[in-house]
């Protein structure tokens, strides 16, 4: 199984808001495009005061090839979305991983 993480640190200011966007849009979205069989999103609890919550947005695919097929067809797409929203109140990093036991 593959793991795609996404972890964003977002401005307190929209904090709240943007977990709701997530929760009741990008996730819903994401997930409707069935390459991936489900998901968690997790609150890191130890972190600098940065003026940010951070949160890692984990999407659970099967294969590889279902995450580059994600990738190539939809994923510049919902990052659009979530850029035209929220421009310079976050930032992000992802990690590929692969799930061993």
């Given at each position: 199984?593959?793991?795609?993480?996404?972890t964003?640190?977002?401005?307190?200011?929209?904090?709240a808001?943007?977990?709701?966007?997530?929760?009741?849009t990008?996730?819903?979205?994401v997930?409707?495009?069935?390459?991936?069989?489900k998901?968690?999103?997790?609150?890191v609890?130890?972190?600098?005061?940065t003026?940010?919550?951070?949160?890692?947005?984990?999407?659970?695919?099967?294969?590889?090839?279902?995450?580059?097929?994600?990738?190539r067809?939809?994923?510049?797409a919902?990052q659009?979305k979530m850029?035209?929203?929220?421009a310079?109140?976050?930032?992000?990093?992802?990690t590929?991983l692969?799930?061993?036991?």
């Amino acid at each position: 199984m593959i793991l795609f993480n996404e972890t964003v640190s977002i401005d307190n200011a929209v904090a709240a808001e943007w977990l709701q966007w997530m929760q009741e849009t990008h996730i819903p979205e994401v997930m409707a495009t069935t390459y991936f069989i489900k998901f968690q999103i997790a609150k890191v609890m130890e972190e600098e005061d940065t003026g940010g919550t951070t949160y890692a947005v984990q999407y659970f695919a099967r294969h590889m090839d279902d995450l580059m097929e994600y990738h190539r067809d939809h994923d510049q797409a919902m990052q659009a979305k979530m850029q035209a929203k929220y421009a310079g109140q976050y930032a992000a990093f992802r990690t590929v991983l692969e799930v061993v036991g």
